[in-house]
C-alpha cells in the first residue's frame, strides 16, 4: 500500500486478505486500525477520508501480516476485553472467550449470600475471578492456576484493575487451599480431547490450558469429584464445558450428589455451562 491510503481503503484492502484466517475480517480490521491508531471505532466512521501515515502503515502492515500467519490478534494486542475489563493477555494463557461471559453472567444470578466466598479454579488471565469481583464488590474471591506465569499474569491484571477483594493463589487445582470452604466455585478448565481436528486452529495457545485426557472430561472429572470437600452445604459448582459434554457433565454432577443441575447455551446456542447445588 502506498502513501496515500485512507481509513476507508485500508479496511477495504486489508479485510479481502484477512477474509483467509478470520470469518469476522471486518471486526479484525477495524480493531487493528483502532490498536494503531489509539482510537474508538466511532472514529472510524467519522473520518473514513482520514490519511494513514507512512509510519502508521508500516505497523498496521506488520500487524496484517502476523495476524495472516495466524496469530491471535489478542496476543498481537498484548489485551483482550471480557465482561467490560480490559484484560492483558500472554501465550502463556488462553485468550477469554465470549462465550465465557455465559459463565460470570450465570454466577451473578445465583442466590448467594451476600458476602459470598468464591472459587475460579485455572483462572488464565483471571478473566472469570476480576469479571465477578468488580460487579460484586462485597463478594472475596479466590483465583488459582497452575501455571506461574498465568498467576502472575492475573496478579498484574488485579493490581492494574484495582480489585482488592480477590486473591490470586499458585495451586494444582485444589491443592494448596487446605480447610477452605467456598459459596461457589467456577471453572473454565480444558477440556478438548488431545485428538480433536480443531486444535489446528489454536496453535498458538498453551496446549495445556486447552486439552484433557478421557476425551476432554479428566479435569472436569476431577473437579467435580472434588468440589464437594470445598463448598459449603448449599454451595454452588458452574463449569465451563464442549458444546458435546452437557450430558456427561450432568452425569458427573449429579453421581457427585449435586442437585438442581442444569446446563445453558451459549451465544452461538452451544451446549457450553453446566452446574448444579450440593445439597439444595
Known amino acids: 500500500m502506498s502513501a496515500a491510503v485512507s481509513l476507508a ?42 490519511l494513514l501515515s507512512h509510519a502508521e502503515l508500516a505497523a498496521l502492515g506488520e500487524l496484517l501480516q502476523q495476524r495472516l500467519q495466524g496469530r491471535p490478534l489478542a496476543y498481537l494486542f498484548g489485551h483482550w ?14 485468550i477469554p472467550r465470549p462465550d465465557t461471559e455465559l459463565l460470570v453472567e450465570q454466577a451473578l444470578a445465583l442466590p448467594l449470600p451476600a458476602q459470598a466466598r468464591v472459587l475460579d479454579l485455572g483462572t488464565g488471565t483471571g478473566a472469570i475471578a476480576l469479571a465477578l469481583a468488580h460487579n460484586k464488590p462485597q463478594w472475596q474471591l479466590t483465583a488459582v492456576d497452575y501455571i506461574t506465569e498465568a498467576v502472575q499474569l492475573a496478579e498484574r491484571n488485579r493490581q492494574r484493575l484495582h480489585i482488592p477483594n480477590c486473591t490470586v493463589l499458585q495451586s494444582n487445582w485444589f491443592s494448596a487451599l487446605g ?16 485428538a480433536d481436528t480443531h486444535l489446528a486452529s489454536l496453535r498458538y495457545e498453551p496446549i495445556t490450558a486447552l486439552t484433557s485426557e478421557q476425551q476432554g472430561l479428566a479435569d472436569i472429572t476431577h473437579i467435580v469429584q472434588q468440589a464437594p470437600q470445598y463448598l459449603h452445604d448449599t454451595g454452588w ?11 456427561a457433565v450432568r452425569q458427573l ?28
Open 253 to 280: 454432577l449429579q453421581q457427585a450428589g449435586f442437585t438442581q443441575v442444569e446446563s445453558k447455551r451459549d451465544y452461538g446456542n452451544n451446549w457450553r455451562i453446566s452446574g448444579g447445588c450440593l445439597g439444595g
Open 81 to 94: 476485553h471480557f465482561f467490560d475489563l480490559q484484560l492483558e493477555v500472554a501465550p502463556s494463557t488462553l
Open 179 to 194: 480447610a477452605q470452604r467456598y459459596d461457589l466455585i467456577v471453572s473454565n478448565p480444558p477440556y478438548i480431547d488431545p
Open 237 to 247: 459448582l458452574y463449569l465451563e464445558h464442549g458444546y458435546d459434554q452437557a450430558d
Open 9 to 50: 481503503q485500508w479496511l477495504k484492502l486489508s479485510q479481502q486478505q484477512l477474509a483467509a484466517v478470520s470469518p469476522t475480517a471486518d471486526i479484525e480490521a477495524r480493531l487493528c486500525l483502532c490498536h494503531v491508531l489509539s482510537v474508538s471505532n466511532s472514529y472510524l466512521y467519522s473520518y473514513p477520508e482520514r
